[in-house]
Structures are given as structure tokens and as C-alpha cells.
């Protein structure tokens, strides 16, 4: 399974983005996907994970209320639309995927992973 990360950018303080994450390859079968983020000089952090059917999801505190994760399976695309962007959300933010369908909150529950995409939040 190939992942691939789109959708970062600059954005002042307050603002939104809606972050992409296509998969291609071998994409048959059920399975959970995440986002992580990684600040500068900071380690990878969970954000976010959805189900496959997308009925159950998970959020890290510090964006529960502001982020929502989504997944559309016919585009074999996870989406993860942040609102009320903070300075401190300012990373790389990575997708991955599970080979497995059930939502994890550990990196290391996770098979494979995207490039990363860097959302860069103004004050």
C-alpha cells in the first residue's frame, strides 16, 4: 500500500485546512487509518484514526472539538479537515494505515505511511 499526503500549507491562526491522504496499491480489505504529526524538534504524535466504515474515531486531546477525520473507501482517500488551526499545530502531519480494522493510537500499530504533509500555522 502506497500513501500519499496532500493538502498542507500556510494559514494564519483561526484559519482551516483539509488535509488528503490517497492510497493506492494494494488496497483491498478493511483496515483503520491515523494521522501523526511531527513538530520541529519534536517526536511523531497521534492526532487522529478512523474505522473502515468510519463509525468509530478517535482524537488526541489537543485537537478533539477542532479536527475531524473522515474517509471516502470508493477514493480510497482519508481526509482529516482542521478548523480553529493554532500555531502550535504547525508540523509535518503523516497518514497511515493498519492492516487491520480496528482504531490504534500507537505508531507503531501502523504498517504503512505517507510522505507527510507540512501545515505551517501563523500568530
Known amino acids: 500500500v502506497q500513501l500519499q499526503a496532500s493538502g498542507g500549507g500556510l494559514v494564519q491562526a483561526g484559519g482551516s485546512l483539509r488535509l488528503s491522504c490517497a492510497a493506492s496499491?494494494?488496497?483491498?480489505?478493511?483496515?483503520?487509518m491515523g494521522w501523526f504529526r511531527q513538530a520541529p524538534g519534536k517526536e511523531r504524535e497521534f492526532v487522529a484514526t478512523i474505522s473502515w466504515s468510519g463509525a468509530s474515531t478517535y482524537y488526541a486531546d489537543s485537537v478533539k472539538g477542532r479536527f475531524t477525520i473522515s474517509r471516502d473507501n470508493a477514493k480510497n482517500t482519508v481526509y482529516l479537515q482542521m478548523n480553529s488551526l493554532k500555531p502550535e499545530d504547525t508540523a509535518v502531519h503523516y497518514c497511515?494505515?493498519?492492516?487491520?480494522?480496528?482504531?490504534?493510537?500507537?505508531?507503531?500499530?501502523?504498517?504503512?505511511w505517507g510522505q507527510g504533509t507540512l501545515v505551517t500555522v501563523s500568530s
Open positions: 497511515a494505515a493498519r492492516t487491520e480494522d480496528v482504531i490504534a493510537i500507537r505508531m507503531r500499530s501502523y504498517a504503512y
Open positions: 496499491g494494494r488496497t483491498f480489505g478493511r483496515y483503520a
